[in-house]
């Protein structure tokens, strides 16, 4: 047994992130708060990288730093998470196209999907400006993906 804290696994191309659901994460109701699923869809998509191998302190310390935006978010909630939950944040990470990440993550209960979304993720500069995800973000991440990436000539 060890004291640090799970990344998930992999299940085939979805990494799967346990998350329980926590006092704080509720509304008055018992209820998981909206915005909080926005909190457990990025962890997914932060353990699925670190999982893979490279974690954001990997990326911001290489010698071609890099760092993520999220630039859309669209979030369908099926049904409601509350308090003591275990929930399972499903991401799986689709395909890139040039500066953007496409990402499909839900959140499930007992095999139940309780909320869906789908994100596009931008890589870029510490200084803000996109660019292309690096040699070294790809060979961590190619592997994974289930759709198809541009070919290696054109990054």
Known sequence: MTDL????????????????????????????????????????RSDFLRAA???????????DPLAFVVSELNIKYVRPAKIDDALVVRTRYEVVKGVRMLIKQTIERDGEVLCRADVVAACIHMDGRPRRPSKLLMQKVEPWLSGLSEPESTR
């Open 53 to 63: 191998g490279i974690g954001h302190t990997d990326l911001l310390e290489s010698d």
């Open 5 to 44: 804290p799970t990344a998930g696994r992999f299940d085939g191309k979805d990494h799967l992130l346990p998350v329980r659901v926590y006092y704080e994460d509720t509304d008055f109701t018992g209820v998981v708060y909206h915005a909080n699923y926005v909190r457990y869809f990025e962890r997914g």
